[in-house]
Every structure is written in C-alpha cells, then in structure tokens.
Antibody
Framework: QITLKESGPTLVKPTQTLTLTCTFSGFSFSTSGVGVAWIRQPPGKALEWLALINWDDDKRYTPSLQSRLTITKDTSKKQVVLTMTNMGPVDTGTYFC??????????????WGQGTLVTVSS | DIQMTQSPSSLSASVGDRVTITCRAS??????LNWYQQRPGRAPKLLIYAASSLHIEVPSRFSGSGYGTDFTLTISSLQPEDFATYYCQQTYSTLWTFGQGTRVEIK
C-alpha cells in the first residue's frame, strides 16, 4: 500500500523559510521511473505545481518560484523535503506531495498525501 | 510555460446528466494530459491519464479524449458523488502545469 504524508509548520511568519517534509511508504526511489512532486493550493483557488524530483535526482521547479524553491530526497529515510524561502501571505495554502511514475505515455500523480495547510502571517 | 485553459469554469447539472469539460493547451502536448477530481477538503484523485486511459477503480462513466491541444473529460451520467472540481494537467513539458479547474455543482 502506497501512502504519503506531509509534515511541517502550520504557521510561518513573513520572510521566513518554510520547510516541508513528505514521508512515504510502499515505494522506493531505488525503483527507476519513480518521482515525488509538490503541488500547492491557495484557499479556494486552483492547484499549482511547484517542484518534482525523480529517482535519478533530476529536479524541476516552476519557473515563477524557482529562485525560492529547493527539493531534495533522502532515499533511506523515504522522505522528500521542500524548502521555500522568503515566505509571504500569498504563499498561504494547502501543500500536497504526490507520487508519480515517468512512463512513455507521460507522468501522472497516482497517489497523493492528505495535504498540510500553511498560513503565512505575522 | 505551457498554459492550460479549462472551460467552463463552473457548471450546474443534475444527476443523470451528461457533462463535458474541455481543456486547451497553449501548444501541442500530444496526449500528455491527465484529469483529476477534487472534492472539498480532500486531495485530488487521478481519473484519466494519457488523455484517455482510465485509472484503476475509476468508474467507466468517466472518459477522456483529445490529442494535441484540445481535450475533453466526459461524465456520461452524473452521480451525486461526482459533484466536485476537475483539473487537467499537462506533463508534456518537464515543467508541469494545471488548468484553473471546473467546478461541477448541483442544479
């Protein structure tokens, strides 16, 4: 059974750095073609892809936030960590991590964490 | 970035109705298009991948079609549990993007 769970602070002050951890089970980065992505959703708004990391440590970031984001993985701990610097109120929202496969037919997120709500406020 | 535009942004429909949602990409994405369903307060759930392939355990009333820049998600007979928001996503580019969502409400 594949599960993912996000953890991190629920409240962050403006200008601070957010660190979120996705802890997963049921799959491994030792498997070729596996990856984990981060997606966020401001309250009442659409999904926004933030970053992804592949089994081979290839990393991609959404261009508008690339300078603020860092994604890393710890294969042995089965964790993926996302850091976002210089947080502001517009970064308030629910942050999801999701597992995906890289296939010839494309990538898709077939398992998602429950999400964690992060509020940016002084 | 590849922009994904969904229409309509919202719709009202009755149980049993046939519902169609469209998604248009700003450039060709072949069939690298996924559809997700999100109920309030829940994580998104994969419905369709590669434009037309039904994910496991997804009811057959859901179907997807399209290629290139224009795609559709169809619900053949709307059920009470289908009232939710639907998102398309392109993975043609390694920089993914989602559509803005289509909210399906009860008429």
């Amino acid at each position: 059974q594949i599960t993912l769970k996000e953890s991190g602070p629920t409240l962050v002050k403006p200008t601070q750095t957010l660190t979120l951890t996705c802890t997963f089970s049921g799959f491994s980065f030792s498997t070729s073609g596996v990856g984990v992505a981060w997606i966020r959703q401001p309250p009442g708004k659409a999904l926004e892809w933030l970053a992804l990391i592949n089994w081979d440590d290839d990393k991609r970031y959404t261009p508008s936030l690339q300078s603020r984001l860092t994604i890393t993985k710890d294969t042995s701990k089965k964790q993926v960590v996302l850091t976002m610097t210089n947080m502001g109120p517009v970064d308030t929202g629910t942050y999801f991590c999701a597992r995906f496969d890289v296939l010839p037919s494309g990538s898709y997120c077939d398992h998602w964490g429950q999400g964690t709500l992060v509020t940016v406020s002084s | 970035d590849i922009q994904m535009t969904q229409s309509p942004s919202s719709l009202s429909a009755s149980v049993g109705d046939r519902v169609t949602i469209t998604c248009r990409a700003s450039q060709t994405i072949n069939s690298y298009l996924n559809w997700y369903q999100q109920r309030p307060g829940r994580a998104p759930k994969l419905l369709i991948y590669a434009a037309s392939s039904l994910h496991i355990e997804v009811p057959s009333r859901f179907s997807g079609s399209g290629y290139g820049t224009d795609f559709t998600l169809t619900i053949s007979s709307l059920q009470p549990e289908d009232f939710a928001t639907y998102y398309c996503q392109q993975t043609y580019s390694t920089l993914w993007t989602f559509g803005q969502g289509t909210r399906v409400e009860i008429k």
